[in-house]
C-alpha cells in the first residue's frame, strides 16, 4: 500500500533546516502517538486522529508532514511505520542517541526510569552524581558514575546528549562539565537559568514555571465562576 510520496532528493539534514521552529516543536508530539500507535498494531492513521493525539488540527498535522514529503493517501491515511521512520530520520537519522543524566537525586531517579526517553531514540546510557554514597548504586540497570568521570563516561559511552537534574545550584557547574566533555545537546530540569557556548543546544524544562501558569489560568476560571 502505497500511503505515503516521500521527496527521496531531500537529505534529512535539508529538510531539518528548512522546517518552522513551531514544526519542529510538533514533530516529537506526532512521533509519540505514532509510537503509541504502532505498540497497539496499528498500521495507518488519519490526519484527524494524529490531531487528535497531538492536540492540534488536522489541516496543521497535513501541513506540517507536508515540509516532510508525506502526504498520505486520500480515504487510508498515513502508513505508520513509514511516517514514523520520516519523522525520525528528520529529528536525529534514526540512529540512537545516548543520554547521560546528571544527578541521581529524586528527579534524576524519576527520568532514568522513564521509558519514553529510550522508545523515543534517547536511551540513558549514562548517570553520574557528586554524591559517594549514591556513586555505585544501579538504577534503571545503569551504575551511576562519579561526575568527576564524566569525561571518561561520555567517551565510553558515546553520550551525546546531557539532562540536568541536579539542585539549582550546582547546574551551571554541571553544564560546564558536560561542555568541557564533549557533549552539545543539553535539557536542564534545573529550576535555574544556565549559559552554554554558541555551539551548544540547551533546553530548559521549568515545572514549576509551568504550574504557575496553570495557576494562573485556574485562578482566572475561578473568578469567572464567581462573577458569574
Do not use: W
Amino acid at each position: 500500500m502505497a500511503a505515503s510520496k516521500d521527496h527521496g532528493s531531500d537529505t534529512p539534514d535539508a529538510v531539518a533546516a528548512s522546517l518552522a521552529e513551531a514544526t519542529v516543536v510538533r514533530l516529537p508530539v506526532y512521533f509519540r502517538g505514532l509510537v503509541e500507535l504502532a505498540e497497539e498494531g496499528v498500521t495507518t492513521v488519519s490526519s484527524q486522529q494524529l490531531a487528535e493525539l497531538a492536540g492540534v488540527n488536522a489541516a496543521k498535522v497535513r501541513k506540517d508532514l507536508s515540509y516532510l514529503g508525506s502526504y498520505g493517501t486520500r480515504g487510508v491515511g498515513y502508513d505508520v511505520g513509514f511516517l514514523m521512520q520520516q519523522i525520525g530520520r528528520v529529528l536525529g537519522g534514526n540512529e540512537p542517541a545516548p543520554v547521560v543524566i546528571v544527578g541521581a537525586g529524586n528527579l534524576g531517579k524519576a527520568l532514568s526510569r522513564y521509558d519514553g526517553f529510550g522508545a523515543s531514540g534517547f536511551p540513558v546510557a549514562a548517570i553520574v552524581d557528586a554524591d559517594p554514597g549514591v556513586v555505585g548504586r544501579r538504577i534503571a540497570g545503569v551504575t551511576v558514575r562519579h561526575v568527576d568521570d564524566l569525561h571518561r563516561v561520555v567517551k565510553e559511552t558515546g553520550c551525546q546528549v546531557g539532562i540536568i537534574a541536579t539542585p539549582a545550584a550546582a547546574a551551571q557547574g554541571a553544564v560546564d562539565r558536560l561542555v568541557a566533555a564533549g557533549v552539545r545537546s543539553i535539557l536542564n530540569f534545573a529550576p535555574t537559568v544556565v549559559t552554554v557556548p554558541d555551539d551548544v543546544g540547551l533546553r530548559k524544562v521549568d515545572l514549576a514555571t509551568e504550574l504557575h501558569i496553570l495557576g494562573y489560568y485556574e485562578h482566572r476560571r475561578g473568578a469567572a465562576r464567581a462573577t458569574g
